[in-house]
């Protein structure tokens, strides 16, 4: 199933990730504050989703918020979220990797679970290509995805609302790994997970430098939430990790 497919089929599904511990105290309040004070700037949000940061972003202060995403469904899940909050935040579908020059280069692009679907490493190069064609020189490359580092044989972390599992086949980029949101039904998407040098030297490949990779970190809000026995086994072996570079 390709990843258009895949995320189609979820849809609006998508927003209840949000809710999960692992997202709530993890990856939401790690992710916005590596991107930072975002007022007056414009923003790219690619694998925008239901819209879930580009919403986010805008109401921090964003000039403009601009999100492309292959799946027909996610874009009409963001617009729907738009129509009845109305922000000022566009949305495209569009993929990536072939995503040309738009007609205005951005301050910011946010790649949130986008790399990490590359069925190879030259489809990995055009997606930075077309990342860093459509940013202002300086401008900055954020990404989340999968951490090269995870250890599959780990605790399970079922109690942070996911599962990680491989799947036993190998890609060019690295293993492929099911992702299981534990929602009410469970709602399951196959992906990757690239290994290090793959990230880098496809992202210097498209002329990006200052690669710096940063952990994620559980909130002050999670430390109240839980104790630290309860987030050890995240910490220990985390499932995902961030990347900053600049164009």
């Not at 064609?133 to 044989?153: A, C, K, M, W, Y």
């Not at 210097?204 to 002050?220: H, I, K, N, Q």
Request: a negative charge; charged letters at 25%; aromatic letters at 10%.
């Amino acid at each position: 199933m390709s990843v258009r497919q895949q995320y189609d089929e979820i849809g609006e599904a998508f927003e209840g990730f949000k809710s999960l511990p692992l997202t709530r105290y993890g990856e939401v309040p790690s992710f916005l504050a590596l991107v930072g004070d975002v007022r007056g700037k414009s923003v790219l949000d690619l694998a925008s989703g239901t819209g879930f940061y580009s919403r986010e972003l805008k109401r921090r202060g964003a000039a403009e918020v601009f999100g492309v995403d292959i799946s027909t469904e996610m874009v009409a899940a963001a617009r729907a979220f738009e129509d009845a909050e109305p922000l000022g935040v566009h949305y495209a579908v569009g993929d990536v990797a072939e995503l040309g020059d738009l007609d205005r280069k951005f301050d910011i692009a946010l790649g949130v679970q986008l790399l990490n679907y590359a069925p190879d490493v030259a489809a990995m190069e055009r997606m930075c290509r077309s990342v860093r064609r459509n940013l202002t020189p300086g401008g900055e490359f954020f990404v989340l995805s999968q951490s090269p580092d995870f250890r599959f044989d780990g605790p399970s972390l079922a109690k942070y609302g996911f599962l990680c599992e491989p799947t036993g086949e190998e890609i060019e980029t690295g293993p492929r790994v099911r992702i299981t949101a534990l929602l009410d039904p469970p709602i399951s998407f196959v992906g990757a997970a690239p290994r290090r040098e793959v990230y880098e030297q496809s992202l210097r490949a498209a002329g990006f430098g200052d690669l710096e990779w940063v952990p994620l970190e559980v909130s002050e809000a999670g430390r109240r939430a839980y104790d630290a026995e309860f987030w050890a086994d995240l910490t220990g072996n985390p499932p995902l990790e961030m990347l900053r570079c600049r164009a």
